[in-house]
């Protein structure tokens, strides 16, 4: 069935260095790519996303990156901030978006 | 304007009772989602609901079911409730065949 592998579970990282996290989805029929921010008793809210028919997106100091070949793509967090810290959820979803699959999450925590 | 609301917030019930959990789109918004998000756990597709009809279902067993209401608002029940099913329940919701979902705070339903 559809499967979303989503890897580190956990990350640490210190203030002001990059984080990545990297996720791979198991469908090819797969067209678009959200990532979810969802801080500690908070709902998950959409951060960037990212369609199959481009490679990468930044915004400010996020981005994504995709490989549709490869059926792989990642989150790249620069200059991180402890207002970071959460868990990030990737997900893979086609057709407008219903049944969307998500990843296991990651656990983000900056040190200050 | 307002966002997804869900009710109740908390929901505590006794194993092989019956769950409601109620959600009410954005205005404007067509489709309904519902994912259960266990303790440490990813999110997992319940059930999507669009126009009033249930377009498709995840993983789970019959005793999770729902419906879509005129409005659009949804109901997501649970029959026969199990040790397991207590988990942190969202909705979101998505103009039909956008792209972006906007979650609820979510129910967290405990069963003991």
């Known amino acids: 069935g559809e499967n979303v592998e989503q890897h580190p579970s956990t990350l640490s990282v210190q203030e002001g260095d990059s984080a990545v996290i990297k996720c791979t989805y198991s469908?090819?029929?797969?067209?678009?790519f959200p990532w979810y921010k969802q801080e500690l008793g908070k709902r998950p809210q959409l951060i960037i996303d990212?369609?199959?028919?481009?490679g990468e997106k930044k915004d400010q100091r996020i981005a994504v990156t995709l490989n549709k070949t490869a059926k792989h793509f990642s989150l790249h967090i620069t200059e991180t901030q402890p207002e970071d810290s959460a868990v990030y959820f990737c997900?893979?979803?086609?057709?407008?978006?219903?049944?969307?699959?998500f990843g296991a999450g990651t656990r983000l925590f900056v040190k200050a | 304007e307002a966002g997804v609301t869900q009710s109740p917030t908390h929901l505590i019930k006794t194993r092989g009772q019956q769950a409601t959990l109620r959600c009410s789109p954005i205005?404007?918004?067509?489709?309904v989602y519902w994912y259960q998000q266990a303790l440490g756990l990813g999110l997992q597709f319940l059930l999507w609901?669009?126009?009033?009809?249930?377009?498709n279902r995840g993983n789970f067993p019959p005793r999770f079911s729902g419906r879509q209401f005129p409005n659009y608002s949804s109901e997501l029940n649970v029959n026969a409730l199990e040790l397991e099913d207590s988990a942190l329940y969202l909705c979101?919701?998505?103009?039909?065949?956008?792209?972006?979902?906007?979650f609820g705070q979510g129910t967290r339903l405990t069963v003991v």
């Open positions: 997900a893979a979803s086609w057709t407008g978006g219903f049944k969307t699959i």
């Open positions: 979101a919701s998505s103009l039909e065949g956008a792209y972006e979902a906007f």
């Open positions: 469908d090819s029929a797969s067209n678009y």
């Open positions: 205005s404007g918004h067509t489709s």
């Open positions: 990212i369609r199959s028919n481009v």
């Open positions: 609901y669009d126009e009033g009809e249930e377009r």
